[in-house]
């Protein structure tokens, strides 16, 4: 026959089974055997509702009411399936409960889909139960593979009761079978559907609380794979009930009423409390960052957030929170805001430099055109002399100004090298206090030097510590006003040397201080005396701390007086001096050919007049190609050699100098604006023996002529 589909408990509401009215006529035996069945059957469903209450065991209930409906209905077997999703979304009848079947019965009905020929999968299709009282007649299961298994089982004869929540969700099914044919009467559906009831509420219940637990659980994983610190507050924050500082804080395992002085910074307690009454007062969020004592008793940075959790009667019950470790995000916020202020800081000194420049350019220049217009008007030979040495020490300005840049290019690109060797630091005090006694004199100052009682050697530039000290005399004589007194002193201090030079000048105010040894960090506009870009101090460092020494200053404020010390590692005893290269001297250049190649007519033109005062006419050249030819009938000792000249620059005419073979000993010199490192490699690259940067020094000409007066006599 086919399925007989019978009310389900959606479409009629479970009814307590009837008492059955004892018959007119019979034994009183009869009578007595059906009051027991009644009270049998209601001793089962009391049981069952009694373990539904008090036991949370959902696994053992399951059992009990498969048990249950087996015994009201007298069934063979019995089963409760759950409906369950997969992972691919698809939903399957799962069974979680049976008695009787067989291996073969439990692993085929392990999972049953919608269209399954089973009574369970028409129940679920068909949305209502579904009874077969033989399956010999059933259509459904007639040539199935489901058909041969209930006959291997034994099963006759069945039926499958959906299980719906409250709110008529479908949550799994409730089977019964018997091994003859029979169908359940009104009374039994009606058992079963009381059954039904208690059984979907268990479910529901079950469903709610595995995923509560399923919730709880991942809750827990995240807590314990993540970095937070947890801890809960009671509802007005007074007391911490717990923290689990997972490393970050001290853990807290029982209430705490000291908990805001235990792990809030001082400073921050302030902003937490007004926090914490913003969120109770809206029984709202909690969020803050803020400054905490960290489990190894420093202080770090914590982003902080807390939600309130209610009870059933929506009271606020607590809080609960969790704090991440964000001390290295606000480090590095610091740092980057520490780096701007430098940035800003750095472009205003470059804008004050800039600005400093163009006046220390001009301060020279404007004496130097009114010295000119003199000599062109001009015919009293005593003013023209005056004139003309005016006009030297000007450029000699700009000459210094220029060699400042120039050491600034060296230092910001890290190019700046030292020529080492073995050097009496008294030596180079002596060079620095020669070529500070101008500035000195000229200031009306009273210089006071001391030097150690022993020799003091350091493995250094004696150029350019001669260079640093002159530095720090130049400014103690600057920034003193008339008449001062400078003390200049060369100590021994364990295995290093110590230079101190001090004044009673102006002295520096803190405030300047920070940034004395900045490049272009100059003094305040207000306290400075004299001219300068603003580099001295900083080019001293760095040449300072390439000798493996250290520069610093001591002032106790304005009007105090200022006293810098340089201190310098000593020489090992092993370490051997390097011998100083010698100029040759040659007393007479009568055999010496110099020739001038320069595009630029007044410096090609000058350098010639300014050989001719030393002694040796030289051949000026325009050009290189004019030069080359010249070269086919000469044979010069010495080439003065531009770099940037048009159509055939320096290299290219070095190169073909090089190249000739017929130029071998003649001595080629650069002489150049560009002074970097990578000019004076790229120079070398081309065949020159030496590199000038323009102005060149009448000293530095005169010892050209001499190293090649001495290669001539060499040959």
């Given at each position: 026959?086919?399925?007989?589909?019978?009310?389900?408990?959606?479409?009629?509401?479970?009814?307590?089974?009837?008492?059955?009215?004892?018959?007119?006529?019979?034994?009183?035996?009869?009578?007595?055997?059906?009051?027991?069945?009644?009270?049998?059957?209601?001793?089962?469903?009391?049981?069952?509702?009694?373990?539904?209450?008090?036991?949370?065991?959902?696994?053992?209930?399951?059992?009990?009411?498969?048990?249950?409906?087996?015994?009201?209905?007298?069934?063979?077997?019995?089963?409760?399936?759950?409906?369950?999703?997969?992972?691919?979304?698809?939903?399957v009848?799962?069974?979680?409960?049976?008695h009787g079947?067989?291996?073969?019965?439990?692993?085929?009905?392990?999972?049953v889909?919608?269209?399954?020929t089973?009574s369970?999968?028409?129940?679920?299709?068909?949305?209502?139960?579904?009874?077969?009282?033989?399956?010999?007649?059933?259509?459904?299961?007639?040539?199935?593979?489901?058909?041969?298994?209930?006959r291997?089982?034994?099963?006759?004869?069945?039926?499958?009761?959906?299980?719906?929540?409250?709110?008529?969700?479908?949550?799994?099914?409730?089977?019964?079978?018997?091994?003859?044919?029979?169908?359940?009467?009104?009374?039994?559906?009606?058992?079963?559907?009381?059954?039904?009831?208690?059984?979907?509420?268990?479910?529901e219940?079950?469903?709610?609380?595995?995923?509560?637990?399923?919730?709880?659980?991942?809750?827990?994983?995240?807590?314990?794979?993540?970095?937070?610190?947890?801890?809960?507050?009671?509802a007005?924050?007074?007391?911490?009930?717990?923290?689990?500082?997972?490393?970050?804080?001290?853990?807290?395992?029982?209430?705490?009423?000291?908990?805001?002085?235990?792990?809030?910074?001082?400073?921050?307690?302030?902003?937490?409390?007004?926090?914490?009454?913003?969120?109770?007062?809206?029984?709202?969020?909690?969020?803050?960052?803020h400054?905490?004592?960290?489990?190894?008793?420093?202080?770090?940075w914590?982003?902080?957030?807390?939600?309130?959790?209610?009870?059933?009667?929506?009271?606020?019950?607590?809080?609960?929170?969790?704090?991440?470790?964000?001390?290295?995000?606000?480090?590095a916020?610091?740092a980057?805001?520490?780096?701007?202020?430098?940035?800003?800081?750095?472009?205003?000194?470059?804008?004050?430099?800039?600005?400093?420049?163009?006046?220390?350019?001009?301060?020279?220049?404007?004496?130097?055109?009114?010295?000119?217009?003199?000599?062109?008007?001009?015919?009293?030979?005593?003013?023209?002399?005056?004139?003309?040495?005016?006009?030297?020490?000007?450029?000699?300005?700009?000459?210094?100004?220029v060699?400042?840049l120039m050491?600034?290019?060296?230092?910001t690109?890290?190019?700046?090298?030292?020529?080492?060797?073995?050097?009496?630091?008294?030596?180079?005090?002596?060079?620095?206090?020669?070529?500070?006694?101008?500035?000195v004199?000229?200031g009306?100052?009273?210089?006071?030097?001391?030097?150690?009682?022993?020799?003091?050697?350091?493995?250094?530039?004696?150029?350019?510590?001669?260079?640093?000290?002159?530095?720090?005399i130049?400014?103690?004589?600057?920034?003193?006003?008339?008449?001062?007194?400078?003390?200049?002193?060369?100590?021994?201090?364990?295995?290093g040397?110590?230079?101190?030079?001090?004044?009673?000048?102006?002295?520096?105010?803190?405030?300047?201080?920070?940034?004395?040894f900045?490049?272009?960090?100059r003094?305040?506009p207000?306290?400075?005396?004299?001219?300068?870009l603003?580099?001295?101090?900083?080019?001293?460092?760095?040449?300072?701390?390439?000798?493996?020494?250290?520069?610093?200053?001591e002032?106790r404020?304005?009007?105090?007086?200022?006293?810098?010390?340089?201190?310098?590692?000593?020489?090992?005893?092993?370490?051997?001096?390097?011998?100083?290269?010698?100029?040759?001297?040659?007393c007479?250049?009568?055999?010496l050919?110099?020739?001038?190649?320069?595009?630029?007519?007044?410096?090609?033109?000058?350098?010639?007049?300014?050989?001719?005062?030393?002694?040796?006419?030289?051949s000026?050249?325009?050009?290189?190609?004019?030069?080359?030819?010249?070269?086919?009938?000469?044979?010069?000792?010495?080439?003065?050699?531009?770099?940037?000249?048009?159509?055939?620059?320096?290299?290219?005419?070095a190169?073909?100098?090089?190249?000739?073979?017929?130029?071998?000993?003649?001595?080629?010199?650069?002489?150049?604006?560009?002074?970097?490192?990578?000019?004076?490699?790229?120079?070398?690259?081309?065949?020159?023996?030496?590199?000038?940067?323009?102005?060149?020094?009448?000293?530095?000409?005169?010892?050209?002529?001499?190293?090649?007066?001495?290669?001539v006599?060499?040959?």
């Open positions: 026959m086919k399925p007989i589909t019978l009310e389900s408990p959606a479409d009629s509401p479970a009814m307590p089974a009837p008492s059955r009215t004892p018959p007119q006529t019979g034994s009183q035996q009869d009578i007595i055997d059906i009051l027991q069945a009644d009270l049998s059957e209601s001793r089962v469903l009391h049981d069952l509702c009694l373990h539904l209450l008090v036991n949370q065991d959902a696994a053992g209930f399951y059992q009990r009411a498969v048990e249950a409906a087996k015994q009201l209905l007298g069934s063979d077997f019995a089963s409760i399936q759950l409906l369950s999703q997969r992972e691919d979304g698809s939903e009848l799962q069974l979680i409960a049976q079947f067989s291996p073969l019965a439990r692993e085929r009905w392990r999972e889909r919608a269209d399954s089973t369970c999968g028409a129940a679920w299709a068909n949305k209502e139960r579904v009874v077969i009282a033989d399956i010999e007649n059933s259509d459904l299961l007639r040539g199935t593979t489901d058909y041969m298994i209930f291997e089982t034994g099963i006759r004869a069945m039926q499958t009761t959906p299980l719906r929540s409250r709110g008529g969700v479908l949550l799994g099914m409730l089977s019964t079978h018997w091994r003859a044919v029979h169908e359940p009467d009104v009374k039994q559906l009606r058992l079963l559907d009381v059954l039904a009831r208690q059984a979907a509420d268990l479910v219940r079950a469903v709610k609380e595995e995923a509560l637990r399923v919730s709880e659980s991942r809750f827990r994983a995240l807590v314990t794979s993540a970095s937070y610190s947890v801890y809960r507050m009671n007005d924050w007074t007391s911490m009930r717990a923290l689990d500082g997972r490393g970050f804080l001290a853990d807290t395992l029982s209430d705490s009423e000291e908990w805001l002085n235990t792990y809030i910074h001082p400073d921050d307690q302030p902003a937490v409390l007004n926090a914490i009454e913003a969120a109770t007062s809206s029984q709202s969020l909690f969020e803050l960052e400054r905490v004592l960290r489990a190894d008793g420093t202080f770090g914590t982003s902080s957030r807390a939600v309130p959790i209610f009870d059933t009667a929506g009271q606020l019950a607590e809080w609960f929170g969790a704090a991440t470790d964000v001390t290295a995000r606000k480090d916020e610091r980057l805001r520490e780096s701007e202020t430098r940035l800003i800081e750095a472009d205003r000194m470059k804008d004050r430099f800039l600005a400093t420049l163009a006046h220390e350019l001009r301060n020279p220049l404007a004496p130097i055109r009114n010295g000119l217009q003199i000599l062109r008007v001009s015919k009293n030979a005593d003013q023209s002399g005056n004139v003309l040495a005016m006009l030297d020490r000007q450029v000699d300005h700009m000459v210094r100004l060699d400042d050491e600034v290019a060296r230092v690109s890290g190019t700046l090298e030292l020529q080492r060797e073995r050097i009496d630091l008294a030596d180079a005090l002596k060079s620095a206090l020669e070529l500070s006694r101008p500035a004199e000229a009306g100052h009273a210089l006071q030097v001391c030097f150690a009682p022993e020799r003091l050697f350091v493995d250094g530039d004696g150029v350019r510590l001669a260079q640093v000290f002159s530095n720090l130049n400014n103690a004589a600057k920034y003193s006003p008339t008449p001062g007194l400078i003390r200049v002193a060369l100590t021994r201090e364990g295995n040397a110590m230079v101190r030079v001090t004044d009673d000048g102006i002295g520096i105010a803190p405030v300047d201080q920070g940034r004395l900045t490049l272009f960090g003094l305040r207000s306290t400075a005396i004299g001219d300068g603003g580099v001295g101090l900083a080019l001293a460092k760095h040449l300072v701390e390439l000798h493996g020494g250290a520069i610093s200053v002032s404020g304005a009007g105090a007086g200022s006293a810098f010390a340089v201190s310098l590692p000593l020489a090992t005893c092993d370490e051997t001096s390097t011998p100083i290269r010698e100029l040759v001297d040659a007479a250049y009568d055999r050919e110099v020739m001038v190649i320069d595009d630029n007519r007044d410096a090609a033109d000058s350098l010639g007049a300014v050989l001719s005062l030393l002694g040796r006419e030289a000026v050249f325009y050009g290189g190609a004019d030069a080359l030819r010249a070269l086919e009938r000469r044979k010069p000792a010495l080439v003065l050699l531009d770099i940037g000249m048009p159509e055939m620059d320096g290299f290219a005419v190169r073909e100098i090089r190249a000739s073979g017929r130029h071998d000993d003649v001595m080629l010199v650069a002489v150049t604006g560009w002074g970097q490192a990578e000019d004076r490699a790229r120079t070398t690259a081309a065949g020159f023996d030496d590199h000038l940067v323009k102005p060149v020094d009448i000293d530095v000409l005169e010892g050209l002529l001499r190293l090649a007066a001495g290669r006599e060499a040959l």
